[in-house]
């Protein structure tokens, strides 16, 4: 999609009315929280002499991390960054150096690259090349930035055996994934003309969505990613409705859904709980809407950070847990778009301003509602993504590292100055999804489906994909 002039202006002045940057990345590659310094891994790892491990897992987390510091790239100056764009250029990064280390010992099944293994290439040289090539090819305009740290990166291996080799394995890499994502669906960023229904319980376009400067195809306004679940290809599900949510509420249509009482309890918790002001909403409950207002796929990598730091794994373990991880945030969101465009139900800010009309006695309009998190993002409530998001996470991490009994301190870009601490992953998935209701953005089914609806995408991935052969 294009941006004229008038689009551009309209899209900056959404960005600087947000509370806080709810789509983008972390801006610095510096990870934060327990154990964030590289972990040591035991000496010969699969026939790779210990300091040339030690080297390559530096390498894996660097590439990790400029990823990330590359993803503002991937959109024009002042628009913002919608998740399921960013998760693409960290799976495919990610992807790449699991397959580079792969190609030179194989432990894991590698994703993309199938040449014949080179024991004799440097695996930090193949590392580093696969991240500088892929970041590059999903996103240029993060070229010279890439190149640069690409240069430093590689100054190290003055000397090294193997550097031409692990050069090559990287490049194959690279290419291989950037070749099999090529024609994935995505060029379009999954924006398309939309048309609101008109029955109660319907999306409707929400503010500042709905104003001249963000009516694109003239109907009326935004609706983000209306067709990325329809027109994307998945990293590994099936197909972006094998995954798909149950009907809202249980019920065959929207006009019904908000009839239910289980509909009237979810309206009346959100009006109270994610307003600005609302003074029923807790001091710890409001930290927590906004903590988790971050960038999804950014922040659930931070934390994958952390706990392979906890498990002390290895160079080989940490891309393929990078790499599964972002592969699971994509898939997590191209199967809940579909699922939101499917079902088209309304948002919390829509419901409350049109409650005089659903038919249910059990809500009523309040004047002058507005979400914590202005503004609410430009995309159906059911389910919700960002619950779906973290549920994916979760399934993966709890998955490749079962067990794990360490408590996870993490920080957040959405609300710098304050450390959350879980004593599972799957408690940071739980608030993470429960903290949509704090901000306005969804009702509490949206969000318990959400997250029970990542956990499966995410169960799948790692049950699928990227596999120990040995």
């Not at 004229?4 to 899209?11: E, K, L, N, Q």
């Not at 918790?269 to 927590?288: D, F, H, K, S």
């Not at 730091?309 to 393929?320: M, T, V, Y």
């Not at 847990?321 to 191209?334: S, V």
Request: aromatic share 10%; charged share 15%; glycine share 10%.
């Amino acid at each position: 999609m294009s941006f004229g002039p008038d689009s551009r202006r309209a899209i900056r002045w959404y960005f600087a009315l947000a509370v806080v940057a709810a789509c983008s990345p972390d801006s610095s590659p510096t990870v934060t929280g327990v154990a964030a310094s590289p972990a040591t891994p035991a000496a010969n790892v699969g026939g790779v002499p210990n300091a040339s491990a030690t080297a390559a897992l530096a390498a894996v987390r660097a590439g990790n991390a400029q990823a990330i510091a590359a993803a503002p790239a991937l959109v024009p100056p002042g628009v913002p960054l919608a998740p399921f764009i960013e998760a693409r250029l960290y799976a495919i990064s990610n992807v790449a150096m699991h397959d580079a280390l792969n190609a030179i010992v194989p432990r894991f099944e590698r994703y993309a690259e199938s040449g014949a293994v080179d024991p004799g290439a440097n695996p930090t040289a193949a590392v580093l090349t696969a991240a500088r090539d892929a970041i590059v090819g999903a996103a240029p305009g993060s070229q010279a930035g890439t190149d640069a740290w690409y240069a430093v990166q590689m100054s190290t291996l003055s000397g090294a055996t193997g550097v031409a080799e692990g050069v090559g394995v990287g490049e194959r890499a690279a290419a291989a994934i950037l070749t099999r994502r090529a024609s994935d669906g995505t060029a379009g960023g999954g924006v398309a003309p939309y048309t609101p229904g008109s029955s109660p319980g319907d999306y409707q376009f929400t503010f500042p969505f709905n104003t001249p400067g963000f009516d694109f195809f003239g109907t009326g306004g935004f609706a983000d990613g209306s067709i990325w679940g329809a027109t994307v290809t998945p990293f590994v599900v099936s197909s972006t409705a094998q995954f798909r949510a149950a009907l809202p509420y249980g019920t065959a249509s929207n006009a019904t859904a908000v009839l239910t009482a289980q509909y009237s309890r979810d309206f009346n918790e959100v009006v109270a709980l994610g307003c600005t002001g609302c003074a029923a909403r807790t001091t710890e409950q409001t930290e927590i809407g906004l903590f988790w207002v971050e960038s999804s796929p950014a922040g659930w990598n931070r934390i994958a950070r952390i706990v392979a730091d906890q498990r002390n794994l290895d160079a080989w373990e940490s891309a393929r847990m990078f790499a599964l991880l972002q592969m699971g945030e994509f898939d997590a969101y191209a199967t809940n778009l579909e699922s939101k465009y499917f079902f088209n139900f309304w948002r919390p800010v829509t419901a409350v301003e049109l409650a005089s009309t659903d038919g249910n006695p059990g809500t009523m309009t309040v004047a002058n509602w507005q979400v914590l998190a202005f503004p609410t993002p430009p995309v159906p409530d059911y389910p919700s993504a960002h619950a779906a998001a973290g549920g994916s996470a979760a399934a993966i991490i709890e998955t490749l590292v079962p067990g794990h009994g360490k408590r996870i301190s993490t920080t957040s870009t959405s609300l710098p100055g304050v450390t959350r601490t879980f004593a599972t992953v799957g408690d940071a998935a739980q608030e993470n999804a429960i903290s949509r209701i704090y901000v306005g953005f969804h009702f509490r089914h949206a969000v318990d489906i959400g997250l029970s609806q990542g956990r499966q995408v995410g169960t799948y991935l790692a049950g699928n994909a990227l596999r120990r052969i040995r």
